[in-house]
């Protein structure tokens, strides 16, 4: 079946760096990527829509220049948390679209900011 | 103000028995529902899902009910097997699933031996 890869499945940075996740669909193009946040005991929230060849769509309260997205081509989209706070510690995780209405998780990823 | 919400945190059910998770919503633009398994520290596994246009969608042992006039979904698992003890994801969109989902906070489900 479909797989979405996540990578780094687990993070650990300084504050006031920047790290990148990638999200990679490995046998399907998907045009539309999403990335999602899940904070302890709550639900997956959706951080921002990702086109390919398009700036992505954030939804509201979600700093743009903070989670910078790029979905450079059909199976790579990327989220960089860029002066990262110990706040920004989550789990982060992507979707991609393969038809209209079906979609795939990526495993996540665990960012940790010390 | 949650838009999918699932009422109870935790579930537990004998193996063999059904196991039915509940899901309410309050957004009526949403058209198309799913459901999603997921384990400690992995990505949700999707499961089943279901247009509005529909009132009940079964795959195999999973079995999904949608009452629109209710804005109430249920996912039912018959019979409950020890695999199934995870986290179930209720999600929500709108436009037939072209948008990103809104999820409920989760049901932990509990199979008991």
């Known amino acids: 079946g479909a797989v979405v890869s996540q990578h780094p499945s687990r993070v650990i940075c300084k504050s006031g760096t920047s790290v990148k996740i990638e999200c990679r669909s490995l046998?399907?193009?998907?045009?539309?990527m999403f990335w999602y946040r899940q904070f302890p005991k709550q639900s997956l929230m959706l951080m921002a829509t990702s086109n390919e060849g398009s700036k992505a769509t954030y939804e509201q309260g979600v700093e743009k220049d903070k989670f910078l997205i790029n979905h450079a081509s059909l199976t790579l989209s990327t989220l960089t948390v860029t002066s990262a706070h110990p706040e920004d510690s989550s789990f982060y995780i992507c979707s991609a679209r393969k038809t209209s209405n079906t979609i795939y998780f990526g495993e996540g990823s665990w960012l940790t900011v010390v | 103000d949650q838009q999918v919400k699932q009422n109870s945190p935790s579930l537990s059910v004998q193996e063999g028995r059904i196991s039915i998770l509940n899901c309410d919503y309050t957004n009526s633009m949403f058209d198309y529902f799913l459901w999603y398994k997921k384990y400690p520290a992995e990505g949700p596994t999707f499961l089943i899902s279901?247009?509005?246009?529909?009132d009940k969608n079964e795959d195999g042992r999973f079995t999904v009910f949608l009452n629109k006039s209710a804005k109430h979904l249920s996912l039912h698992i018959v019979p409950s097997q020890p695999g199934d003890s995870a986290v179930y994801f209720c999600?929500?969109?709108?436009?037939?699933?072209?948008?990103?989902?809104?999820f409920g906070k989760g049901t932990h489900l509990i199979i008991q031996p």
């Open positions: 046998d399907f193009q998907a045009t539309t």
């Open positions: 999600a929500a969109s709108a436009k037939g699933g072209a948008d990103g989902l809104t």
């Open positions: 279901i247009s509005s246009i529909k």
